[in-house]
């Protein structure tokens, strides 16, 4: 069964902290997107990547970086978490335009 | 903005009846898609209609794709207590590659 698989369901950081977030895929995909979902604004689009090295920014990049130096694994990064960071972070893979493969989420809190 | 919208914010019906859920967008678009989640996890793909096509079905799932109005609904028929999710349209630009533009969502809450 493929699959999205995102390191950590929940996570506890302080301010101020540098906050790895971990996305492996196993489909071969080559886009990956990380989004940030809140209460009342729905899905963000923080950073994508269409391929191995590539990134571009999405809605909501500031404060945030990624890496993506393999195919099947797309890192998010809080250089700095701070408390309005705290969210439930969603990674997604997908091919062309077809359906996303969502993983199960992080719950990040920065306290 | 090229966000969906889906109206309404809330639903609540008792089981065995239809849900319905409608999604607006804003630009011409490739393709439009529902998704569900489950309270606290990552969304789960339902159904993908293409921009040429009007209707799609899937199960107890019928949606529909009126590119004139750029709406779409989704038709959840003979609801089931499992059913309880949240339900979310998310649209594929002509012109903005792969990016997909989701709504906030519908909050469906089926009474047993």
């Known amino acids: 069964d493929v699959k999205v698989t995102q390191s950590s369901r929940y996570l506890v950081k302080r301010t101020g902290e540098k906050v790895f977030l971990e996305c492996v895929q196993d489909m071969d995909h080559e886009n990956m997107f990380w989004y940030r979902q809140d209460p009342g604004l729905g899905l963000r689009l923080i950073y994508f990547?269409?391929?191995?090295?590539?990134?571009e920014k999405g809605d909501i990049p500031e404060g945030y970086s990624v890496s993506r130096e393999k195919k099947e694994r797309f890192s998010l990064i809080l250089e700095s978490a701070s408390t309005n960071q705290t969210s439930m972070y969603l990674c997604?893979?997908?091919?062309?335009?077809?359906?996303?493969?969502f993983g199960s989420g992080t719950r990040l809190t920065v306290v | 903005s090229q966000q969906g919208e889906e109206d309404p914010q809330a639903l609540s019906i008792q089981e065995g009846e239809n849900a319905t859920m409608n999604c607006s967008y804003k630009t011409s678009i490739n393709n439009l898609q529902w998704y569900r989640q489950n309270s606290g996890r990552g969304l789960v793909h339902l159904i993908l209609i293409r921009s040429n096509e009007r209707e799609k079905h899937s199960g107890r799932l019928r949606v529909t794709l009126d590119t004139s109005k750029k709406s779409s609904s989704l038709l959840i028929t003979a609801s089931r207590a499992a059913d309880t999710a949240s339900y979310f349209c998310a649209t594929v630009g002509k012109n903005t590659g792969n990016q997909f533009y989701f709504g906030t969502g519908t909050s469906l809450t089926v009474i047993p």
């Open positions: 997604a893979s997908t091919t062309q335009s077809y359906g996303y493969t």
């Open positions: 990547s269409y391929d191995v090295k590539m990134k």
